[in-house]
C-alpha cells in the first residue's frame, strides 16, 4: 500500500506505483515518476522528468532533478534517471541535465552518503560508492564499484574507471584508470586496489597481472606510449587489461600519471 504523509504535496501529474512512501513535507512535481517500493524521507524535493526507481530511499532533504547549476542551460527538457534500490542519504543534491533530450543518470544499488553533489549529465554507474560531500561537477563519469571518499572534488568530463578508489580529500582533474588507487591535491596514483578487488572476488593472478602494468605505466620511466606497447608485448591481455588499455586509449582529459609512495607491490 503506498503511504503519502498528509503534509507531503504530490502533483496529480507525478505517477506514483504501489508500495511507495513520501514523508513529511516532501514535495513530488509535475512529471515524476517513482517506482514501487521506494521511499522518500522528510522534507524531500523531488521535480522535473525524474524517474526514481523500484526500491530506492531517499534521505530527509535531499534535492532531486531541479534544474542544473549551469549557465548554458535554458531551460530545456532534460531528464534525471535513477535505478534501482540506491541508499541515497541525507541532503543530497542530484540534478537533471543540460541540453535539450538529455539526461543525468543513476545506475543501481548505489549507496550515496550526506551532501553529496552530483551536477548535470553525469553518470554513475551501478555499487558505486560515494562518500560524504563528494562534489562530482558536469558531465563526470563514474563507472561501477568505484569507490569515492569523503570530500573529493571532480572537475567537469572527469571519469573514474570500475573498482578504482580514491581517497578523501582528493582533487581530481583527470582520468583515474580502473583497479586503480589515488589520492592527494595533485592528485597520484599509489597502486593497485588490491583490498577492494580481492573483496570482489578477483583472483590473485588477475590482480598480479594488473600490477604488473601499473609499475610499467607508473614505475618504468617509460611515457605511456611505451608502456601501453610494453604491456601488449609482456603480459597476457586479459578482460581486465583489456578494459585498462582501452580506458585510458580513450581518454580525453588524459589520466592521472602522477605516481606517489606508499603502494603495497605486494
Known sequence: MTKIHPSAYVSSKAVIEDDVEIGPHSYIGDGVIIKRGAVISSSVRIEGDTEIG???EIGH???IGLPPQDLSFKGEKSRLVIGKDNRIREFVTIHRATGEG?????????????YVHIAHNCRIGSDVV?????QLAGYVEVMDYAYISGLVAFHQYVRVGEHAFIGGFSRVTQDVPPYLMALGIPLRVIGVNVVGLRRRGFSSDVIMTLRKAYKLIYKSGLNLSQALDRIREELTINAELKNLLGFIEAS??????KSGEGEDDG
Open 102 to 114: 538529455e539526461e543525468t543518470r543513476i545506475g543501481d544499488r548505489n549507496f550515496i552518503m550526506d
Open 54 to 56: 523500484e526500491g530506492t
Open 130 to 134: 560515494l562518500v560524504n560531500m563528494a
Open 252 to 257: 580525453k582529459r588524459g589520466i592521472t600519471l
Open 61 to 63: 532533504g535531499s534535492a
